[in-house]
């Protein structure tokens, strides 16, 4: 690990995790409000690319061991079958559909399929951001 300062790592820390705090909060709000899964994917990245900048690249990658080529395909086969699923029903392609529900702790809640179509987009820009910043960094050249 490089020489950085202790207080480099502990604001790194802070602010990632409020950042990330953030992208969820842009995530839940997209479908009725400004934000969703593309926003929210973004600050995801800066916050994780915030964290690779501070710490060196294979303590990240012990941390948080995933292949972000298999993140972009589990994104976009999400947000593909969530757009099929109407056509099922006589729809059109990425029909919408929602309805409200008892829930036992949150009360009457409104699910919807933008939701997992708004996380299938999240881990596609996610994946995609991090694939190419990670790749970008590792060049030897």
């Given at each position: 690990m490089r020489n950085t300062p202790v207080q480099l790592h502990v604001i790194t820390r802070i602010v990632a995790f409020i950042i990330l705090?953030?992208?969820?909060?842009?995530?839940f709000a997209g479908h009725n409000n400004p934000g969703g899964g593309f926003i929210g994917g973004l600050m995801s990245a800066s916050a994780l690319v915030l964290l690779y900048l501070s710490f060196d690249l294979?303590?990240?990658k012990r941390v948080i061991p995933f292949n972000y080529a298999k993140v972009i395909a589990s994104g976009l086969l999400l947000a593909i079958l969530?757009?099929?699923?109407?056509?099922?029903?006589?729809?059109?392609?990425?029909?919408?559909?929602?309805?409200?529900?008892?829930?036992?702790?949150l009360g009457e809640t409104e699910l919807t399929t933008a939701l997992p179509f708004d996380l299938g987009i999240y881990l596609v820009v996610v994946g995609f951001t991090l694939l190419v910043i990670l790749t970008v960094a590792e060049d030897d050249n």
């Open positions: 705090a953030f992208s969820v909060f842009l995530f294979k303590t990240i969530t757009g099929i699923v109407g056509m099922f029903f006589g729809f059109p392609f990425l029909t919408q559909f929602f309805d409200y529900f008892p829930l036992p702790i």
